[in-house]
């Protein structure tokens, strides 16, 4: 039995960027390790060269230090496993497939393109399971050196042994047999000379002392081949739990085309990493209760494997926008107030001259009203600049035949307010209310409209504090004389 530290990895193969299910694979292997005092390793799977995509290594290094997933060994921190890259380990994957020649547990084959094809085209016909036919193995050994001598090009391939059952024990899904009838002579060494993935991921889950294989559904087709390839090498299996697949609200796997898939275009559309972390951790575990939003810590604290489900889990935007306005609004308004800084830069209003304690005053206003950080902008631009038109529906619904004399009135009030504090404004506004015996609303509804062009946002005293007694003024000016339009509707206010 296993008994030594929890050692896990993530392996991705890096085609470009970090896929949102990669990212669950990577979070759960994290988690665990932590969860676990154990140790959490990155080691790269690129012996693919025709997969090879220029800048994908480092930018899968960039979003997972994004997201605050730091690994014990892996490129850039090393570790006494290394190399941590596949492409610089062939010569450990050639001494492993030579000593599974020596067992005959492997086997050179010299098959052509042509004749493959044409096998796998009678067997298609003939309704059977397309699969190698181990003609190799009737060469004799003095045929397969002298076609080695020759340079002929050349696979070597697993020997999969007739009709026998080969068991994985998953934590997730518990034994799942298979039998090897079903399972190809898998290619170990590619006639280019770089091992498979099946090969090379084995062997370096062996020698990176790898107790935990924690990965995606997909890959538990593959695990009888490596199953056996443990078997026939004579080491010790790890432990195997594969992670449901992850799926459209359609139910069908997710894909592209519904939606984003790379974890990058999360993190550019405004997305907190707390938030994604949160949500890629509930898509396939939950924590038994009904708490929703953890922060990693909290992760770290109650996950384990036991509690991640076989179904499918499905993807759900609606949650994840729910989840990121949750982490933005258990932020500190200083922390708010970097980021906030960030999109402004990047916003129309970038030669705006507005000081961090105005943008405080606004973050503190809009917090419960926003879900992205870019929202204290985009959803109250009045802040940043005064309107330059009004809503024609509040307009219709708001703007009385008496609106303008009463804003006028209630303008004059605020002139008279010495230094304001934000109640004062309140109190000018209760004063004049009761003095001419209306409801607020009729002082309430035009003053916002005359500030902010729209009908809704934070409290009317918060636009009128944050915006400053001379620039509620200036605007209430403007829209006396802007809005020209006096409703004759007289249904009363509230
Ligand atoms: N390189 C494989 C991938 O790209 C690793 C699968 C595994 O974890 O075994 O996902």
Redesign the pocket.
């Known amino acids: 039995m296993i008994s030594e530290t929890p050692r896990v ?5 890096p ?1 470009g960027y970090l896929h949102i299910g ?1 990212l669950r ?1 990577a979070l759960y292997n994290y988690l665990f390790a932590r969860n676990q005092n154990g140790k959490f390793i990155l080691r790269i ?1 690129d012996t693919d060269r025709k997969r090879f995509v220029e800048g994908a290594v480092e930018n899968l290094l960039d979003t997972l230090k994004w997201v605050g997933l730091d690994y014990d060994e892996g490129p850039e921190v090393g570790g006494e496993y290394g190399p941590y890259f596949q492409s610089e380990r062939l010569d450990i994957y050639k001494k492993y497939a030579e000593e599974l020649i020596a067992k005959g547990k492997a086997y050179y084959a010299f098959d052509t393109p042509e004749r493959l094809k044409q096998l796998r085209e009678e067997q298609l016909k003939k309704g059977l399971q397309t699969k190698y036919d181990k003609f190799a193995l009737t060469l004799s050994e003095e045929e397969i050196q002298q076609k080695l001598a020759n340079g002929e090009p050349h696979v070597v391939r697993l020997n999969v042994p007739p009709d026998e059952t080969v068991f994985v024990e998953d934590v997730i899904r518990g034994r799942v047999e298979f039998n090897t009838e079903i399972i190809d002579d898998q290619i170990l060494i590619k006639s280019d000379g770089f091992p498979t ?1 099946h090969l090379a ?1 084995v062997v370096d889950d062996h020698l990176m002392k790898i107790t935990h ?1 924690i ?2 559904e997909e ?1 538990l087709s ?1 695990t009888p081949k490596h199953v056996l390839l443990y078997e026939f090498l004579g080491w010790e299996k790890p432990v195997f739990a594969h992670l449901p697949l992850l799926l459209n609200p359609d139910k069908s796997k997710l894909s592209k085309r519904q939606g984003d898939v790379a974890v990058e275009d999360y993190r550019d559309k405004g997305y907190l990493k707390e938030a994604l972390i949160n949500f890629v951790a509930l898509l396939g575990w939950n924590p038994g209760d009904e708490q929703e939003v953890f922060t990693m810590e909290e992760l770290i604290q109650k996950f384990s494997l036991e509690r991640v489900h076989k179904a499918g889990a499905v993807f759900n935007i609606e949650k994840l926008i729910w989840l990121n306005a949750e982490h933005l609004r258990s932020k500190p308004n200083e922390e708010l107030l970097v980021m906030l800084k960030e999109e402004f830069k990047k916003s129309e209003y970038s030669n705006v001259d507005i000081d961090d304690e105005h943008l405080l005053l606004i973050i503190e206003a809009m917090k419960p009203r926003v879900e992205f950080v870019k929202e204290f902008i985009t959803k109250c631009p009045y802040f940043y600049e005064a309107p330059t038109g009004y809503d024609e529906k509040v307009i219709k619904k708001r703007w009385k035949e008496d609106s303008p004399g009463l804003l006028k009135k209630l303008r004059d009030k605020f002139a008279q307010l010495e230094n304001p504090a934000k109640e004062d404004y309140e109190k000018a506004l209760n004063e004049l209310a009761e003095e001419l015996e209306i409801g607020k609303g009729k002082l309430i509804h035009p003053l916002r409209l005359a500030l902010s062009g729209i009908g809704t946002g934070p409290g009317v005293y918060d636009i009128v504090h944050i915006l400053g007694k001379e620039e509620s003024i200036r605007r209430i000016d403007t829209a006396l004389e802007k809005i020209k339009t006096p409703n004759t509707d007289s249904t009363e206010e509230k």
């Open positions: 990895r993530f392996a991705p193969s085609t990669g694979t799977e993935y991921n294989v990965r995606g890959w593959s």
